[in-house]
């Protein structure tokens, strides 16, 4: 099964960019990267996925290293609502797993 | 929007008791999850389905089982309470087709066991 591995903790000031990494150095070729956020007290919403190419949504940017064994969540301008836990996730497996890791807890400095 | 709902917010049962956790999903949604999360461990998948009647274990199925009679809903069975099955579960959709497969995800239910 593949998995990520994340940092615990990190912090950001607000306004300025953050840069979230994830490593999965088992991902298959089929393995869709995910990054998901959860709020306190609420289940986690989705944020962006991306299987090759960098992509970019309103939310946030994902880049993902030329031999997939990485990527990195890009938050442009951290706000005091981007406080969050962040899970890098890998969809695969048989059946459409979805495997979470223990993510990285996001705090943002005023 | 797609909405992922669970019956309860919190719930307190006794050990040995038998527990149901619903979820109802209302976006025709083919995968339905289970997960549960401990402070440390993040999330962890017990059980999904990717179709009515199927389902599949995940990494910690053990003390549990699931119920999937329509497509919309999705039981979690906890056949007899235990204390380390107290925790925050998390129920979760999504389409089967790999372009288009956001999880969408329920507020959680607490549910401890004394």
């Known amino acids: 099964d593949a998995k990520t591995t994340q940092p615990n903790s990190m912090e950001s000031n607000e306004e300025e960019p953050v840069h979230l990494p994830c490593n999965h150095s088992t991902i298959s070729g089929t393995d869709y990267i995910h990054w998901y956020r959860q709020l306190p007290s609420q289940g986690p919403e989705y944020v962006i996925h991306g299987l090759t190419s960098n992509v970019n949504n309103r939310m946030a940017s994902l880049a993902i290293a030329e031999d997939r064994k990485s990527s990195t969540l890009i938050l442009h301008r951290a706000t005091l609502r981007d406080a969050a836990v962040y899970y890098c996730i890998l969809r695969g497996g048989t059946g459409n797993q979805f495997y979470f890791g223990t993510g990285t807890s996001l705090t943002v400095i005023p | 929007d797609v909405k992922v709902t669970q019956s309860s917010r919190y719930l307190v049962k006794r050990t040995g008791e038998k527990v149901f956790l619903e979820c109802v999903q209302d976006?025709?949604?083919?995968?339905m999850f289970w997960y549960r999360q401990d402070p440390g461990l993040g999330l962890r998948l017990i059980y999904f389905?990717?179709?009515?009647?199927?389902?599949e274990k995940g990494d910690i199925p053990e003390g549990y089982s699931v119920s999937r009679e329509k497509k919309e809903r999705f039981s979690l069975i906890l056949e007899s309470a235990s204390t380390n099955q107290t925790s925050m579960y998390l129920c979760?959709?999504?389409?089967?087709?790999?372009?288009?497969?956001?999880?969408?995800f329920g507020s959680g239910t607490q549910l401890s066991v004394l």
């Open positions: 389905s990717y179709d009515v009647k199927m389902k």
């Open positions: 979760a959709s999504s389409w089967l087709s790999p372009t288009n497969e956001k999880l969408f």
């Open positions: 976006m025709d949604h083919e995968n």
